[in-house]
């Protein structure tokens, strides 16, 4: 559900968070990636709308999103004012 959450309001306010430590192992040619940074989610010459998936491994499914067409402008500026992680997770150890 998590995954779910977050990756709507990376839709909603285009902007990709960063996913710390990842390291990309093999030369991918699908248009969908995992970015080490957090950036602003412009989209590419040719593309209409942004895309996004979620992998969720434990039921073995997988969930398409994309952006409303005729969505309207707003700002990519929300996301980029807060941590890495935009959703803390407390525990007692690592």
């Known amino acids: ?3 779910l959450i977050k990756t709507t309001l990376c839709l909603y306010y285009r ?7 990842w390291q990309q192992t093999t ?3 699908s248009p969908f990636y995992v970015s ?4 602003p989610w412009f989209l590419e010459a040719g593309v209409a ?6 992998n969720i ?3 073995n499914a997988h969930i398409i999103l994309a952006e ?8 990519h500026n929300y996301l980029a004012q807060t ?12």
């Open 1 to 3: 559900m998590l995954g």
């Open 15 to 21: 902007y990709i968070p960063s996913v710390p430590g």
């Open 27 to 29: 030369k991918n040619e």
């Open 36 to 39: 080490p940074f957090a950036k």
């Open 49 to 54: 709308l942004r895309v996004a998936a979620i």
């Open 57 to 59: 491994v434990r039921h």
């Open 68 to 75: 409303e067409v005729a969505a309207q402008p707003r700002s």
């Open 83 to 94: 941590p890495d992680d935009p959703f803390p997770l407390a525990a007692n150890d690592p």
